[in-house]
């Protein structure tokens, strides 16, 4: 009989906007604290990469014009 209470440290990222565990490179786009921490683009193909770098960046400006993590914005998919 185990309940879990305790949810993971999630947090979201500040590059890409995707939820990440606390203290870990986000494996979305591998920046960690501002600071590009893995190189996700390089194990990818070169059209996975275009799509990834587009979803960075557009998930970047989003996240700057746009209120953080709001009901509304949780909801709305
Ligand atoms: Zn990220």
Redesign the pocket.
Known sequence: MHIFLRKPNLTS?P??G?P?LGHTV?Q??G?YKGIEAIDVLKKLTKKEKKKKQKEIETKGKEEKTTKPLTMEGLSKK
């Open positions: 990222c590059k890409c995707k990440v986000c979305n786009c920046y």
